[in-house]
């Protein structure tokens, strides 16, 4: 089974993807925000957690910009600093394959 079950032996996922594969890869939290990077969807995902951890926002970073996001990690200086793996034979070919982008949202 995948997704919620609703069933009181397992423990639902907070968030579902639906149909689409987003195949996630890396994770990061910042304060009250869960950042989740996808190898297929390509995209940073930016999701805004409630007091009972229940997520009340989601957007999108990066979104079909850098290629598939391998990882996601937040500095010491409270920027987000995200990995791509395009060279792995995974994804698309980019001019500037793998790299580490800096973000600050």
């Given at each position: 089974?995948?997704?919620?079950?609703?069933?009181?032996?397992?423990a639902?996922?907070?968030?579902e993807?639906?149909?689409?594969?987003?195949?996630?890869?890396?994770?990061?939290?910042?304060?009250?925000?869960?950042?989740?990077?996808?190898?297929?969807?390509?995209?940073?995902?930016?999701?805004?957690?409630?007091?009972?951890?229940?997520?009340?926002?989601?957007?999108?970073?990066?979104?079909?910009?850098?290629?598939?996001?391998?990882?996601?990690?937040?500095?010491?200086?409270?920027?987000?600093?995200?990995?791509?793996?395009?060279?792995?034979g995974?994804?698309?070919?980019?001019?500037?394959?793998?790299?580490?982008?800096?973000?600050?949202?």
């Amino acid at each position: 089974m995948e997704g919620k079950a609703g069933d009181a032996r397992y423990a639902d996922p907070i968030i579902e993807s639906g149909d689409e594969t987003w195949a996630p890869s890396g994770i990061a939290i910042r304060g009250n925000e869960l950042f989740v990077t996808g190898l297929r969807s390509e995209r940073l995902w930016r999701m805004t957690l409630g007091p009972d951890l229940e997520i009340t926002h989601v957007s999108t970073l990066l979104e079909r910009k850098y290629g598939r996001l391998r990882d996601v990690v937040v500095g010491p200086d409270g920027a987000l600093y995200v990995t791509t793996t395009n060279s792995d034979g995974g994804g698309l070919s980019y001019a500037a394959n793998d790299r580490i982008l800096k973000v600050a949202p």
